[in-house]
C-alpha cells in the first residue's frame, strides 16, 4: 500500500481552516519552547532543528488545507533564497502528492459540467488518480485510442482562496519577516493569481495560445488540449509520457542530454520573458516532463504573469552593463520599480542602491556572458548568501519594489533552481532581454 | 390546461405518478395540502376511490414521493459501470452525490414537504419509506465493507453504522435545504467530507488498538504488581 492515502476530510469552512492554523501555531509555539529549553542546556545547538520542526508542522496543516494554502506552501519552497533550508525541504514535498479526493466526487464532477459521467465521455477512464496538481488531480483517460490526461479541480477551490489567504498571513509574515500592511499589496497580488489558476476554462485558451507561440522553439512538447472536453473544473489534453525531473536525474542523464534540457526550458522562459511579455509563472518541477526522446514536456499554464512595460524595461534594463554602469539612470530604474522610495534619504539611497545594484548584478549574471554553467555552486552560494545577508538587515525588514516582482523573481530562480539542479549548461544569448539605457 | 370543461371520455388514466404530479403542482401552487381528498379528487377529475387506490392520504403521497427518489437513485448508481469497482465507502459517497443530483428536479417539493416536519427523533412519516429503503442499502454495502475488511466489525456497534449513515444523511439533506452556492457546490463538499468522516469511525482506529490494550493489561493484571506500579 504505498499509494498515499485517500483524503479523510477537508477542512474547508473558515472556521476549521482557522482551527487547523490554530492548532499549528500552538505546535509552532510549542516547537519554540522545545528549542530554547534545549538551547539553555547546549548553547552551541543552532536553529536546524527548530526549523525542522517548525517546516513539518506548517506542511502538515498545509497539505490537509488543499487548494490555495497548498499554492501557497509550493511558492514558498520556490523562494529557496527566502527560507531556510528546513522549510524548503518539507514544502518541496507538496510539490508532488496531495491526497486525492473520492471516485464518486469525480463522477459527480462530470455529471454536473457535461451531464455525462467519465466511463460515457471517455472510453476508458481510470477512477484514481495518477497524481496531484494541488488544486485540482490528474486522471488517465483515452478516446479513440488517444492516451488522454484529465486535471480536475476540487469544489468551492475559487471560494476559499480568499479566507485561505487571509489565513497564510500571519504565517507568510513570521517567515518572511514583514509587517501585515506592507505584506498586503503582495497577496493582493498572489490572490489575483491564484483566482485566475482556479478559472480552468482561461487555463485552456492560455495553454493553446501559448504552446501556439513557443511551437517554433527546439525540444519542447506540449500536450494538446480539448476545449470541446473541458469546462469550469475539468481539462481534458493528451496524455504526456516522460518523467519528472528527480526521476530523469536518477537515470544519471549524460551532460549532453541534461544542457539539451536545459537550453529547452531556457529558451522557453526567455522567448516568453522577452518576446511575449507574460510568462509561465509556476516553475515549479511538477510542471515538467522529460520525454523518453529527451524533450522538455510542459504541462500546466495556469499561472501567466503578464509584465507590463513599466516593470518589464526598467527591470531587465537593470541586467544590462550598460545600464548598471551609468548610476544615475540606474537610481532612476530603481526608483521606477519602487526599490528606492521617494522619500528615502540620500544615505538611504546610497544603500539601497549599493545592494540592489549588488543582487541584480548576481541575479543577472547568467545573461552577462553568452553561455552560462548553472552546474557551478559558486554562483548559487553568493546568491544564498546575499539573500541571507538582506534577511538579516533590518533595513530590508519592509518590503520594497513592485509587486510583479513577485511572480518574476519566483519564475527565475524557479528557472535557475531547476537548471541547477540539471546541471546544465546554457547558452544565454538565444532570447536575450530588450534593454532600455535611459530613464 | 382547463379541467373544468373537459368531458368524461378526454379524461386521462388515473395513475400513481399522475396523482403524484398532480399534487405537487397543488401543494407548491397553494402552499398547503388539498382540505379532503374529495376536493382533491373533483379539482383533478378522478373519483375518490380512484385516489384511494393508490394512496391512503397526501401524506403516502409525500412519502412515496421521497421513497421513490431514493429507490431510483440505488438503482441508478447500481448501473453505473464504476459500481463494482466502488469500496463501501465510495458506494455511499456515490448515492449521497446521485440522490442530491436527482432531487434537484424537485428541490421545491423537497424544500416544501422537509420544511413541515417537525424537529424530532423519531422519524417523520414521509421519510419512513425512504428511511427503509436507505437502510437496506446501507446494511448491504457495510456489511459487504465488513467483510472485506475495510470497516470494522464491533460487537454492538456494527448493527448501528447503519444510523450512523441515516443521521449524516438528513444532516447533507437540511445542508441541502439551506445550500445557495452556485450548482450546490458546497454540498458536495459537505457530502465528501461528512461520509469520509463517518466511514473513518467505522474504520480501525486507534481507540480499537486503544481499548484492546486495556483488555490487554487488565486480563495480564497480575503484571501491574510485578513490574512495581
Redesign the interface.
Known amino acids: 500500500m504505498s499509494e498515499p492515502k485517500e ?4 477542512p ?1 469552512t473558515k472556521v476549521q481552516r482557522s482551527a487547523k492554523f490554530v492548532s499549528t501555531g500552538f505546535k509552532i509555539g510549542g516547537n519554540y519552547i522545545k528549542h530554547y529549553s534545549k538551547k539553555l542546556f547546549n548553547p552551541e545547538m543552532n536553529n536546524d532543528e527548530l526549523n525542522q520542526d517548525n517546516a513539518a508542522d506548517i506542511y502538515e496543516s498545509l497539505s490537509e488545507l488543499k487548494g490555495s494554502a497548498l499554492k501557497v506552501a509550493q511558492m514558498l519552497s520556490m523562494d529557496k533564497n527566502l527560507l531556510p533550508k528546513a522549510y524548503v525541504d518539507k514544502f518541496s514535498l507538496s510539490q508532488y502528492n496531495a491526497p486525492p ?5 469525480i ?3 462530470f ?2 459540467l457535461f451531464g455525462k ?1 467519465p ?1 460515457q465521455i471517455y472510453d476508458k477512464f481510470e ?1 484514481r488518480s495518477t497524481n496531484a496538481a494541488s488544486i485540482g488531480q490528474v486522471h488517465r483517460a483515452e478516446l479513440n485510442g488517444k492516451k488522454l490526461a484529465v486535471k480536475i479541480q476540487y ?2 477551490v475559487g ?1 476559499s482562496i480568499s479566507s485561505d489567504l487571509k489565513l497564510v498571513k500571519p504565517f507568510a509574515f513570521r517567515l518572511l519577516g514583514m509587517s501585515e500592511r506592507e505584506l498586503d499589496v503582495y497577496m493582493n497580488e498572489v490572490e489575483e493569481r491564484l483566482v485566475e489558476e482556479t478559472d480552468y476554462e482561461l487555463e485552456v485558451r492560455r495553454s493553446i495560445e501559448f504552446s501556439e507561440a513557443c511551437a517554433g522553439l527546439n525540444n519542447l512538447v506540449f500536450p494538446e488540449y480539448f476545449p470541446e472536453l473541458s469546462g469550469k473544473r475539468v481539462i481534458t489534453m493528451s496524455w504526456l509520457e516522460g518523467m519528472h525531473l528527480k526521476e530523469f536525474l536518477a537515470t544519471n542523464p549524460s551532460q549532453e542530454l541534461r544542457n539539451q534540457i536545459g537550453q529547452a526550458m531556457w529558451d522557453f522562459y526567455n522567448f516568453q520573458q522577452h518576446e511575449m511579455r507574460a510568462v509561465h509563472a509556476d516553475p515549479h518541477p511538477g510542471n515538467f516532463l522529460i520525454t523518453p526522446e529527451g524533450k522538455l514536456g510542459i504541462i500546466d499554464f495556469g499561472c501567466i504573469k503578464e509584465m507590463p512595460d513599466d516593470f518589464y524595461y526598467p527591470f531587465f534594463s537593470t541586467t544590462s552593463t550598460d545600464l548598471l554602469d551609468n548610476k544615475e539612470e540606474t537610481i532612476k530604474a530603481f526608483r521606477q520599480l519602487e526599490m528606492i522610495h521617494t522619500n528615502d534619504t540620500p544615505q538611504q539611497v546610497e544603500f539601497y542602491y549599493e545592494q540592489y545594484k549588488e543582487m541584480i548584478s548576481l541575479f543577472a549574471q547568467p545573461y552577462m556572458t553568452g553561455s552560462f554553467d548553472f552546474g557551478k555552486n559558486e554562483f548559487f552560494d553568493n546568491l544564498y548568501s546575499f539573500g541571507e545577508r538582506l534577511a538579516r538587515m533590518p533595513e530590508f525588514k519592509q518590503a520594497r519594489g513592485v509587486k510583479h516582482f513577485i511572480y518574476v523573481n519566483r519564475t527565475n530562480f524557479g528557472l535557475y533552481n531547476i537548471l541547477h539542479e540539471l546541471k546544465a549548461q546554457v547558452k544565454t544569448d538565444t532570447f536575450k532581454p530588450h534593454v532600455v539605457v535611459e530613464y | 390546461m382547463s379541467t373544468k370543461l373537459s368531458t368524461q371520455n378526454t379524461k386521462k388514466m388515473v395513475t400513481k405518478e399522475s396523482i403524484q404530479n398532480a399534487y405537487i403542482d397543488y401543494v407548491l401552487t397553494e402552499g398547503e395540502q388539498p382540505k379532503s381528498v374529495y376536493i382533491f379528487a373533483k379539482k383533478n377529475e378522478m373519483e375518490e376511490t380512484e385516489f384511494y387506490q393508490f394512496f391512503g392520504s397526501f401524506d403516502a403521497i409525500e412519502q412515496s414521493l421521497w421513497t421513490d427518489i431514493t429507490t431510483k437513485t440505488i438503482a441508478e448508481i447500481k448501473t ?3 459500481w463494482g ?2 469500496n463501501s ?2 458506494k455511499a ?2 448515492f ?3 440522490f442530491f ?1 436527482l432531487l434537484k428536479s424537485k428541490r421545491s417539493f423537497a424544500t416544501y414537504s422537509a420544511k413541515k416536519i417537525h424537529k424530532g427523533f423519531s422519524t417523520p412519516t414521509v421519510w419512513q419509506g425512504a428511511k427503509s429503503e436507505f437502510e437496506t442499502f446501507a446494511s448491504e454495502i457495510l456489511k459487504d465493507g465488513i467483510e472485506s475488511g475495510e470497516l470494522t466489525d464491533r460487537k454492538f456497534f456494527a448493527d448501528k453504522y447503519k444510523d450512523a449513515l441515516w443521521v449524516q444523511f438528513v444532516f447533507v439533506l437540511n445542508f441541502w435545504l439551506n445550500d445557495i ?1 452556485a ?1 450546490f ?2 454540498t ?2 459537505a ?3 461528512g461520509v ?2 463517518t466511514f ?1 469511525l467505522f474504520q480501525r482506529s486507534p481507540i480499537d488498538n486503544l481499548l484492546e490494550y486495556g483488555k490487554f493489561l487488565a486480563k495480564n493484571g497480575g503484571m501491574k504488581e510485578k513490574m512495581g506500579f
Open positions: 483524503q479523510n476530510s477537508i474547508t479526493l473520492s471516485g464518486p466526487l463522477v459527480q464532477t455529471r454536473k459521467t466511463e477512477l469544489p468551492g471560494d | 453505473q459501470e464504476v469497482q466502488y465507502r465510495e459517497l456515490s449521497f452525490y446521485s443530483e452556492s450548482g457546490e458546497k458536495d463538499e457530502i465528501e467530507k469520509n468522516v473513518d
